[in-house]
């Protein structure tokens, strides 16, 4: 018998930022800046050839994760950008606010951080979170380079690519160097059970205006292994029969939320 957890709804936040990286430092002439030079993050969306707004660039998570009590005392030193050996956490990126009609925002440690009642989960879902936090998290994909989950993808505050084209959106990510595809050319999403399960699932979008809508399934749930099925870093999991939905509405900026469910 396959289980699935409750639904709930949370909140990613995204921006846009230039990276440090082997290449020469260059500035895309079409992306709008100040008089300093910065980024205009409150200028209009850019717009592909089709009239869609173009995601292409790279991308970072824009708010911060409180530190959790499992790391406490480890990085006093959080906001500091790489100085005399210190570990830096991530990069820092200026947050931006959240819309107060939006969903909680996600958090990469535990995904429930921001929601007040925390997420409905079943006896069965709950039991694997509990088992998972008993063995200090030690199976969790990411701590052991493996694949993660979608969520916990989106939720890392390492970098991402995206690619865009008119039919096809590809996310390439730092962490673990997962790789995900978004079909945009009109194919449905397979049955569920059909194909073989996939640590990212199977995905398929569409716009809705300024919004790009994207259905994902037949993910590797947490039946499969004890890696698979990890929304978070403290192992809240997700079952086979899991499908996601995400919309991500461009605010008419720099700036993305995705609204998960």
Not at 35 to 63: F, I, T, Y
Not at 114 to 136: Q, S
Not at 171 to 195: A, V
Not at 251 to 261: D, E, H, N
Request: hydrophobic letters at 35%.
């Amino acid at each position: 018998m396959k289980h699935t957890t409750s639904s709930a709804v949370v909140l990613l936040l995204l921006c846009p930022v230039s990276l440090a990286a082997q290449w020469g430092k260059f500035q895309d002439p079409s992306v709008p800046r100040d008089a300093q030079g910065r980024v205009r993050m409150d200028a209009p969306s850019p717009r592909a050839p089709d009239g869609k707004p173009d995601l292409s660039g790279n991308w970072l998570r824009a708010d911060r994760d409180p530190l959790p009590s499992e790391l406490a005392g480890l990085f006093p030193e959080r906001n500091r950008v790489n100085s005399g050996g210190n570990v830096v956490v991530e990069p820092p990126v200026a947050a931006f606010p959240a819309d107060v009609k939006s969903p909680p925002v996600g958090a990469f440690w535990d995904i429930a951080t921001n929601i007040p009642a925390g997420l409905p989960m079943t006896p069965w879902a709950a039991d694997i979170k509990k088992e998972r936090m008993a063995r200090d998290m030690k199976d969790n994909p990411d701590a052991n380079c493996m694949p993660m989950g979608i969520t916990q993808f989106h939720m890392q505050p390492q970098p991402r690519k995206i690619v865009q084209t008119p039919k096809l959106i590809v996310i390439l990510y730092e962490s673990n160097y997962g790789l995900r595809y978004i079909y945009l050319d009109g194919r449905s999403l397979p049955k569920q059970g059909e194909p073989q399960p996939f640590w990212y699932g199977y995905s398929v979008g569409r716009w809705e205006g300024d919004t790009l809508v994207v259905e994902t399934n037949n993910l590797r749930g947490a039946e499969e292994s004890p890696y698979d099925g990890w929304l978070d870093v403290r192992g809240t999991p997700y079952s086979g029969q899991a499908r996601s939905t995400a919309g991500s509405p461009t605010r008419a900026s720099l700036q993305s939320m995705i609204p998960v469910t």
